[in-house]
């Protein structure tokens, strides 16, 4: 029988006392039917069945099985105040009310946009005083490409038009978000990279580091990027982009050597500096902006899923003084920006978030509280028999699965890629009520930066758990001895 959404038949079943219940199977057979999901494997996805999630408060979720879950992924890095927060619900439906779109073309503008944009300007490094807005972290990015093409055609340098970014960094899905991304697996559908965009390696310690300590392969990895410049040419280049943590890339935390590096190969050779703060801005790292603990000062900062905590979507570009004098003293019309750009309600949601942010000092809790403990519980799990090592900034960490330690990072012997262990592994977390997210065999959390030193203890004791079990399995599997 196919089941079929209608009045008559209502997917929430019967409605409990206090947890409504669902019909998960009918959900799952419609959503197989009609629902494309990103990044899946729809043929995959409908043998399983999708997992419905139905609530969330706090750290934690609720599927509709009605099964608690800790949510170690903020949602997609992006909800940073937690689940349930009933004030950032009414302001959003205060503003509905009030006026729910209109556009800031044509000299209008409107209350939630302007006052967010000056708060943004007190809160980013002194040199932002400008803000331009969009619905998402790849329109930001695709804002950025068009916006430093633009501003080296103003400079009477319009030759300067590419873009140099890193390989296994995470921009976004558009045409010039995956672009400027690394990810192969990206690449290979579709086209990619378009013209103008061209990648270094990654400053990834364990898998470049070899042989080096961290301090200097910081630099010898920024390095790389000085040899690009050169073999493009100086003036051909238009900007370098990077995550101060790489997020998707599996929480790849540079050497503190890294990004003061760039900053000064960026500055010898004019080149404007950006840094995708999608998901270190706002908290991310115990700082209100990565670059900020990285030490650089960018020209140009690309935000969205936190500024939000992903309650409605949003997302901009805070344009430093460079770029912003320019566009404004010289540019006239800037013939760019979306229908949503500053929508009065994604505004109203971020000012809620925001005052959350500050007034609960989750950023500076994430600096001195929450980011340390979390960074001393993960390394007790390098004691764990498949964990070669682990690594955390603020509330990002990851660690890898081996099938054999060693001394150093670079003795530690990986699974074949096949045997797809990391994936193995978030099974056993998701069915035991903990989501890490598997980046091949580097398991990554990111939780809400609203977690107590409690939850985090909770949410480890669930990891070892996940771990022993997937010991269990690949042992079981003769993948080790
Ligand atoms: C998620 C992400 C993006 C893309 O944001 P969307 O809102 O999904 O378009 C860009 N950069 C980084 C670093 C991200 O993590």
Not at 411 to 422: H, I, K, Q, R, S
């Amino acid at each position: 029988m196919t089941a079929k959404l209608t009045a008559e038949a209502p997917v929430r079943a019967q409605a409990a006392d206090t947890l409504d219940t669902y019909d998960t199977a009918a959900l799952q057979q419609l959503d197989a039917a009609h629902y494309l999901h990103p990044f899946t494997d729809h043929a995959a996805l409908r043998e399983r069945g999708a997992r419905v999630i139905v609530r969330g408060d706090g750290v934690y979720l609720w599927d509709s099985e009605g099964r608690k879950i800790i949510d170690g992924m903020a949602g997609l890095w992006c909800v940073n105040a937690g689940y349930g927060r009933a004030s950032i619900a009414e302001a959003v439906h205060a503003q509905m009310l009030a006026l729910p779109f209109y556009n800031s073309f044509f000299n209008t503008t409107n209350v939630p946009a302007v006052k967010l944009a000056a708060l943004l300007a007190t809160l980013a490094p002194p040199q932002f005083q400008h803000v331009f807005f969009t619905t998402s972290g790849s329109e930001a990015n695709d804002t950025i490409v068009r916006m430093v093409r633009r501003y080296w055609q103003l400079q009477g340098q319009p030759e300067r038009q590419v873009i140099i970014s890193r390989r296994n960094a995470y921009h976004g899905s558009t045409m010039a978000g995956a672009s400027l991304g690394g990810m192969a697996a990206m690449h290979a559908q579709g086209g990619l990279p378009i013209p103008g965009i061209t990648h270094i390696e990654q400053p990834n310690y364990a898998e470049l580091g070899q042989g080096m300590s961290e301090a200097g392969f910081g630099l010898v990895a920024a390095s790389w990027l000085e040899d690009k410049i050169l073999e493009v040419g100086p003036d051909k280049v238009a900007a370098f982009i990077g995550e101060p943590v790489q997020g998707a890339g599996g929480v790849i935390i540079p050497p503190a050597t890294y990004w003061p590096e760039i900053q000064r190969i960026c500055e010898k050779y004019d080149i404007l500096l950006v840094s995708d703060e999608v998901i270190c801005g706002f908290g991310r790292l115990g700082t209100w902006f990565g670059c900020e603990l990285m030490q650089a000062k960018p020209d140009l900062i690309a935000f969205a899923k936190g500024v939000t905590s992903g309650y409605v979507p949003l997302g901009g570009v805070l344009v430093g003084s460079r770029v912003a004098h320019t566009l404004i003293e010289k540019g006239g019309d800037f013939n760019h920006g979306f229908t949503y750009s500053g929508h009065p309600v994604a505004c109203a949601a971020a000012l809620e978030n925001l005052r959350i942010l500050i007034e609960e000092k989750l950023v500076e809790r994430v600096a001195l509280e929450t980011g340390p403990h979390l960074k001393a519980r993960f390394a007790s799990l390098v004691s764990h028999p498949l964990v070669g090592h682990a690594e955390t900034c603020g509330l990002a960490a990851g660690l890898n699965l081996v099938r054999r330690k060693g001394a150093t990072v670079h003795d530690c012997e990986a699974f074949p890629p096949l045997n797809a262990v990391g994936m193995l592994c978030r099974g056993f977390m998701f069915d035991n009520g903990v989501i890490m997210r598997a980046v091949g065999d580097r398991m990554i959390v990111a939780p809400p930066l609203s977690i107590t030193v409690g939850e985090i203890d909770e949410m480890v004791e669930k990891i070892r758990y996940c771990l022993d079990l997937t010991l269990d399995a690949v042992k079981e599997r003769g993948l080790i001895e």
